[in-house]
């Protein structure tokens, strides 16, 4: 099933993805839920952030092949960081460059979206409290993730966590094809089967640390190939079996 958040008349709505037409859901997205009353086709919906995380969990250099372009070892265990909820945007929402940074670049990302509340749960039941799948970029300032001993203003900027278009709720994990297209020109291209820590093992590791709630996110890291993006580019962020997130750059005002 897809499950999507919608932009209806009297507010954000869920809905779901049928044959290329959005339904209205009935039910509990994070329960038993079907498809509803059709609201119209995909084009014509204006797509919200498919949930509303209460915490955006991020993982860094969760690729070998990331941390070896970027000079620094593989981590002995997942390098937790968050993103505040003001840096989530929409599908087809614009990456606001900061005024204060001059170097930013994308990174596409798998997004785990929890389902139930998980805490001090065990990899072999990891995926049980997860709902599904979606495509993220975990969009970054180089020059103030370098200047800083924490990612906080590098990862925090308004709109630096563009993630959707919905959530895939059947779907394998572990060999994902993952891309990020800039322009239309390939600039990532790795498989999930990369990651050094896989998702059971960083749902687990995480509610270990701080109690996981229906809806909120992991981003799982992302792959080689990180480069910057300027205002008036494209950013396609395409996984294998759930789709494309979209997001036009320009500067912040």
Request: negative net charge; glycine residues 10%.
């Amino acid at each position: 099933m897809r499950i999507l958040r919608y932009r209806a008349a009297d507010g954000p709505a869920w809905g779901t993805l049928v044959d290329g037409s959005v339904h209205a859901l009935d039910g509990d997205p994070y329960g038993d839920c079907t498809a509803g009353r059709p609201v119209g086709p995909l084009e014509a919906v204006d797509l919200l952030a498919p949930c509303e995380p209460r915490k955006v969990i991020c993982v860094g250099l969760n690729y070998a092949a990331h941390a070896a372009e970027t000079g620094m070892a593989a981590p002995e265990f997942p390098m937790f960081f968050l993103k505040p909820h003001t840096a989530i945007a929409n599908p087809g929402d614009p990456i606001l460059l900061p005024k204060i940074s001059d170097h930013v670049e994308h990174e596409c990302e798998l997004v785990v979206v929890i389902g139930q509340r998980a805490r001090n749960v065990s990899e072999s039941e990891a995926l049980d409290y997860v709902l599904g799948y979606t495509c993220g970029n975990d969009v970054s300032a180089r020059d103030w993730q370098g200047r800083e001993s924490q990612w906080f203003r590098g990862k925090g900027f308004d709109s630096f966590f563009p993630f959707g278009p919905w959530i895939e709720t059947d779907l394998d994990p572990f060999d994902l094809a993952i891309a990020t297209r800039v322009n239309g020109e390939v600039r990532q291209s790795a498989s999930t089967s990369d990651l050094i820590f896989d998702v059971p093992y960083l749902v687990a590791d995480a509610s270990r640390t701080a109690t996981l709630l229906p809806g909120d996110v992991i981003a799982t890291g992302t792959p080689a190939g990180v480069a910057p993006i300027v205002a008036g580019d494209v950013v396609d962020i395409e996984i294998g079996g759930i789709g494309v997130l979209s997001n036009p750059v320009r500067n912040d005002r």
